[in-house]
């Protein structure tokens, strides 16, 4: 059966909901590849590399999806998304030229939050699939993976928190 929108679903409330979700993964995703980037001396920088491909595929999987269901893009807010998490960078540190050691602390954090928001996301598809014409065991996959990655990101701000506020210390080592 293919994906489609029953009458028992408000299909405008569901299309603004999972593009709502379509803009954090957005924002998300320039943020992880940023940081992937950013730290590629840091010992964190593989699980940094691992981490933003899967978002990567995630997101993508969830443009297909509303696509599947015929929701009306709203390619707007995607590239709102994109300029928030930009102008996001812009942000003072204390360092004009050098990126701050208490910038990998922040994003980690950051990031651990938007992986949470993910998973209700991921929660709430899992519960609509039957109606949506879905698997359901799809999105409770999705979840599992997104509890990964928040202990991934657990590491990440743990190497970060011990070395940031540390003088003589560095992020790198």
């Given at each position: 059966?293919?994906p489609?929108?029953?009458?028992t ?6 299309g603004?909901y ?13 943020r ?12 964190v ?19 297909k999806?509303?696509h ?5 893009q ?10 928030a ?22 994003e ?5 939050a ?5 998973i209700g996301?991921w929660?709430?598809l899992e ?25 991934t ?21």
């Amino acid at each position: 059966m293919a994906p489609h929108i029953p009458d028992t679903i408000d299909e405008k409330l569901l299309g603004l909901y999972l593009s709502d979700h379509l803009t954090g993964a957005t924002a998300g995703l320039g943020r992880i590849e940023r940081m992937a980037k950013d730290f590629t001396d840091t010992p964190v920088h593989a699980e940094l590399a691992t981490l933003a491909a899967a978002i990567g595929r995630e997101r993508e999987l969830l443009r297909k999806l509303i696509h599947e269901l015929g929701i009306r893009q709203r390619p707007h807010r995607q590239a709102a998304a994109w300029l928030a998490e930009h102008a996001g960078r812009l942000k003072l540190n204390g360092r004009l030229l050098s990126r701050s050691p208490m910038t990998l602390v922040l994003e980690s954090e950051l990031m651990r939050a938007a992986i949470l928001a993910k998973i209700g996301g991921w929660q709430t598809l899992e519960e609509l699939a039957p109606d949506l014409g879905l698997e359901p065991s799809r999105f409770a996959g999705l979840s599992t993976e997104g509890q990964a990655q928040i202990e991934t990101l657990g590491r990440v701000h743990d190497h970060a928190r011990r070395n940031a506020f540390r003088r003589g210390r560095s992020i790198t080592g």
